[in-house]
C-alpha cells in the first residue's frame, strides 16, 4: 500500500498566519491527491482534490500544490473556524490511504 | 444535495456481529463506488472496504478480511457493511462515503460508532 506521510502532527498558530502542511508519498502518486478538514465530532469534509482543485464553496484562502511524491497544503490566512485536524489522502492506485494527520491549534 | 445517512453502530461484545446501513441521495448512487472508512483515536483514518457501482468488484482492508461483508442495493440506494467476529481493535466510528473518479472520496456520512467491548 501506497503510504502518506504528513507533517508537522500538530502546530500552534494565529488568526491571520499562513500556514502549511506537507505529505509525502511512499511512490509516484501523480496528483491524485485530496486534503480535507475535520472538526471534532465531525466527519472530514473535502477541500482540495487532485492536488490543486479548489472544491466547490470552499473559500479561495485554501490551496494546495505538487504532484509526484511531494505535496503541499496551504492557509494563506488563518480564520477562527479554520481551527481544525487536516488531512491528506492519496487515491492514486490500490487502497487509499490517509496521512496521520495535522492538527491547527490556536 | 448529497446525502449519505449511516445507522446500525452501537456496543458489541468481541466475536458478535453487526450490520451497518447507509442511505444515501442526492445524486445517482448506482453509478458510483461507495467506500468504508473508519477512524480510531489511535489509528487515524483507515479504509476499510468498497464496492462498485454494480457491486461487480469488492475490495477490503486486510485487516477485516474474511469478517466484513461489503453489498449494496442500488434500487433502495444503499450500502451495508455485514461485521462478523468483531475485535476491540475493531472499535471505531465508521464512515460511510461517495467515491468519485476524479474527485476521489468526496462526501461522508456522519458516522456510526462501533464498540467491541466485553
Same mark, same amino acid.
Given at each position: 500500500d501506497i503510504q502518506m506521510t504528513q507533517s508537522p502532527s500538530s502546530l500552534s498558530a494565529s488568526v491571520g498566519d499562513r500556514v502549511t502542511i506537507t505529505c509525502q508519498a #511512499?511512490?509516484?502518486? #501523480?496528483?491524485y491527491v485530496n486534503w480535507y478538514q475535520q472538526k471534532p465530532g465531525k466527519a472530514p469534509k473535502l477541500?482540495?482534490?487532485?492536488?490543486s482543485s479548489l472544491e466547490?464553496?470552499?473559500? #479561495?484562502?485554501f490551496s494546495g500544490s505538487g504532484s509526484g511524491t511531494e505535496f503541499t497544503f496551504s492557509i494563506s490566512s488563518m480564520q477562527p473556524e479554520d481551527f481544525a485536524t487536516y488531512y491528506c489522502q492519496q487515491h492514486y492506485n490500490g487502497p487509499v490511504t490517509f496521512g496521520g494527520g495535522t492538527k491547527v491549534e490556536i | 444535495e448529497v446525502q449519505l445517512v449511516e445507522s446500525g453502530g452501537g456496543l458489541v461484545k468481541p466475536g458478535g456481529s453487526l450490520r451497518l446501513s447507509c442511505t444515501a441521495s442526492? /445524486? $445517482? /448512487? !448506482?453509478t458510483h463506488t461507495m467506500t468504508w472508512v473508519r477512524q480510531t483515536p489511535g489509528k487515524g483514518l483507515e479504509w476499510v472496504s468498497s464496492i462498485s457501482g454494480t457491486s461487480s468488484d469488492t475490495y477490503y482492508a486486510d485487516s477485516v478480511k474474511g469478517r466484513f461483508a461489503i453489498s449494496r442495493d442500488n434500487a433502495d440506494k444503499s450500502v451495508y457493511l455485514q461485521m462478523n !467476529?468483531? +475485535?476491540?481493535?475493531?472499535t471505531a466510528v465508521y464512515y460511510c462515503a461517495r467515491r468519485a473518479a $476524479? +474527485?476521489? $472520496?468526496d462526501y461522508w456520512g456522519q458516522g456510526a460508532l462501533v464498540i467491541v467491548s466485553s
Open positions: #511512499s511512490q509516484d502518486i #501523480s496528483n477541500l482540495i482534490y487532485v492536488a466547490t464553496g470552499v473559500p #479561495s484562502r | 442526492g /445524486f $445517482i /448512487f !448506482s !467476529s468483531l +475485535r476491540a481493535e475493531d $476524479i +474527485r476521489g $472520496i
